[in-house]
């Protein structure tokens, strides 16, 4: 039962490298989500998608692409790493069923330092 | 635009204690509010929630009333244990069509001490 599983756990990156980050759920849920969280600042919703080949922006979604190939599948994507995107990302997913709706499960997260 | 506060931590209690953490909102429309709670290492996972004034959400213990006339959802629990040492987040989902966003509040990190 594994519910949201992101990977990698933990990255460095130097300034200007790219990477992508991958979340997979095998719940069937529709809706996906991106956050990062920063210390003093809650999570912040990068990008999100509520089926499979859609997605739309968030609060915070410069320096951020996403794509959403696969329903079970939904990965971003940072061309060019900045510092400032050094923060810990989590991946969350939420069904549409009157029981499931309105609850995200989040995935463990993946640690990012940018240098 | 919508926003959610919460006071803000540490709160250090000793077990057994009665535990607050406040929460206030702001929305444009009639939103929904949640809490969820953040283990050490774990992403969030759903505490609680309440969809309409005077709702109450509880579980494990913790309990947290939609108060729409103070724009409220406190998180209460009678006796913490070590266990529920984490951070917690209030946190709000506005009505309407295409409404997927979840407001959060900054978080409380709650250490509860044997």
């Known amino acids: 039962n594994a519910g949201v599983t992101q990977t990698p756990k933990f990255r460095v990156l130097k300034t200007g490298q790219s990477m992508t980050l991958l979340c997979a759920q095998d719940?069937?849920?529709?809706?996906m989500y991106w956050y990062r969280q920063d210390p003093g600042m809650g999570l912040r919703l990068i990008h999100y998608?509520?089926?499979?080949?859609?997605?739309a922006k968030g609060e915070v979604p410069d320096g951020y692409n996403v794509s959403r190939l696969k329903k079970q599948n939904f990965l971003l994507g940072l061309e060019s790493a900045a510092p400032s995107q050094t923060s810990v990302y989590f991946c969350?997913?939420?069904?549409?069923?009157?029981?499931?709706?309105?609850?995200?499960?989040f995935g463990a997260g993946t640690r990012l330092s940018v240098l | 635009g919508d926003s959610v506060t919460q006071m803000e931590g540490p709160v250090t209690l000793s077990e057994e204690a009665f535990l607050t953490i406040n929460c206030t909102y702001t929305?444009?429309?009639?939103?929904?509010l949640f809490w969820y709670v953040q283990y050490p290492g774990e992403g969030l996972q759903l505490l609680l929630k309440?969809?309409?004034?005077?709702d109450k959400g509880s579980n494990k213990g913790f309990e947290a009333t939609y108060r729409k006339e103070t724009t409220s959802f406190h998180l209460e629990k009678g006796s913490v244990q070590v266990s529920d040492s984490a951070v917690y987040f209030c946190?709000?989902?506005?009505?309407?069509?295409?409404?997927?966003?979840?407001?959060f509040g900054k978080g409380t990190k709650l250490s509860v001490i044997p």
């Open positions: 969350a997913s939420e069904g549409t069923t009157a029981r499931a709706k309105n609850i995200q499960y």
């Open positions: 719940m069937n849920h529709e809706y």
């Open positions: 998608s509520v089926g499979e080949g859609t997605t």
């Open positions: 929305a444009t429309g009639y939103p929904s």
């Open positions: 309440a969809t309409k004034a005077d």
């Open positions: 946190a709000l989902r506005d009505s309407g069509a295409g409404s997927y966003q979840l407001t």
